[in-house]
């Protein structure tokens, strides 16, 4: 086997693990970007609920002033 037949070999084999290395990072960033986005999903979800049962208090006590200024 020659020098350069060997290099050759060499930069193949590192060519090869650096494009799988390079194409598992761009799948994990996206995996992490979903992930990233399903928790976001879920924060807001709750932000809304909290945000209804905020109104929905208010509405309530607003009422309740209501049907007290009336006696």
Same mark, same amino acid.
């Given at each position: 086997? %020659? ?41 807001? %979800? ?26």
């Amino acid at each position: 086997m %020659d020098l350069q037949t060997a290099f050759y070999i060499i930069g193949i084999v590192f060519m090869s693990i650096m494009l799988l290395i390079m194409v598992t990072l761009v799948i994990v960033a996206f995996v992490i970007k979903a992930k990233i986005h399903a928790i976001q999903q879920r924060i807001e %979800d709750k932000l809304a609920i909290v945000t209804n049962i905020a109104h929905v208090g208010g509405e309530v006590l607003g009422t309740a002033k209501k049907a007290f200024k009336r006696r």
